[in-house]
């Protein structure tokens, strides 16, 4: 009997840089917009792999994993397909140039953020509290 195919495991990097600056990719792909650099997870690869990977494609930098943020599996959360993401918080030094799915990235500032695809805003806000408080969201 054939199951249906269940969700899609990706990874999302909230990426600092020096400045108290944050990196978002501008995706080249629809959904067009800014997102935090990640993707898909490959068979075979850990989470943390899997983020280090798509971080340093997106972005071009050498990223060092820190903490995870939480994990994220709204249904709704990607309108192609059901995805289960895996958040993690990690640094950087340097200046990103986009690559690979991502036309472009850039750092910004925690004040000066665009509008995010995705749930990439509520990411944020959950990267950002846990800086500053060292509390996660509670399930």
């Known amino acids: 009997m054939d ?3 269940g969700p899609s495991p990706t990874v999302d990097v ?3 840089v020096p400045g108290d600056r944050v990196v978002l990719v501008e995706r080249r792909y629809p959904p067009l917009g800014w997102a935090l650099p990640g993707g898909f997870v490959d068979v ?3 989470l943390e792999a899997a983020a280090v990977r798509e971080a340093r494609e997106e972005t071009g930098l050498e990223v060092r994993l820190l903490d995870l943020v ?3 599996s709204d249904p709704r959360r990607d309108a192609r397909r059901h995805t289960v993401t895996a958040a993690f918080l990690a640094s950087a030094v340097g200046e990103p140039r986009g690559g690979d799915d991502a036309a472009r990235a850039q750092a910004f500032g925690w004040d000066a953020l665009p509008p995010l695809c995705f749930d990439h805003a ?3 806000a959950d990267a950002r509290r846990l800086l500053l408080t060292g509390a996660r969201r509670r399930p």
Do not use: H, K, Q, W
């Open 44 to 46: 075979g690869e850990t």
């Open 122 to 124: 509520e990411i944020l």
């Open 14 to 16: 909230v990426l600092l």
């Open 3 to 5: 199951r249906p195919a």
């Open 70 to 72: 939480g994990c994220y």
